[in-house]
Nanobody, 127 residues
Framework: QVQLVESGEGLVQAGDSLRLSCGASARTFSIFAMGWFRQAPGKEREFVAAIKWSGGSTYYGDSVKGRFTVSRDNAKNTVYLQMNSLKPEDTGVYYC????????????????????WGQGTQVTVSS
């Protein structure tokens, strides 16, 4: 069982930066990858970024490439999402996710690839 707890919610202006954190309760050597998804009101939950726990390979959604950076701290069992140059369309609830199973190809970018989810944290970007 993996428990995830996000933090770092905030209300910022367009162009600002914000960093989200997600702590994992499980023994992280058993985690294959952790990711971030977001959901805006009335929209589907979409992939934002993910990182492979061993090796640190990263994956990003097209809308955040070049602006967001996902990273991990193995010693703290924590994954981070550094968000720069924020836009109003980045507004939504951000969810941390984790999987113990390997991900391949398109499964990196899909909700079904991740079994464990945090409770979500709100990010609001005003124009």
């Amino acid at each position: 069982q993996v428990q995830l707890v996000e933090s770092g919610e905030g209300l910022v202006q367009a162009g600002d930066s914000l960093r989200l954190s997600c702590g994992a309760s499980a023994r992280t050597f058993s985690i294959f990858a952790m990711g971030w998804f977001r959901q805006a009101p009335g929209k589907e939950r979409e992939f934002v970024a993910a990182i492979k726990w061993s090796g640190g390979s990263t994956y990003y959604g097209d809308s955040v490439k070049g602006r967001f950076t996902v990273s991990r701290d193995n010693a703290k069992n924590t994954v981070y999402l550094q968000m720069n140059s924020l836009k109003p369309e980045d507004t939504g609830v951000y969810y941390c996710a984790a999987t113990l199973a390997a991900l391949y190809g398109s499964t990196w970018y899909k909700r079904d690839g991740y079994r464990y989810w945090g409770q979500g944290t709100q990010v609001t970007v005003s124009s």
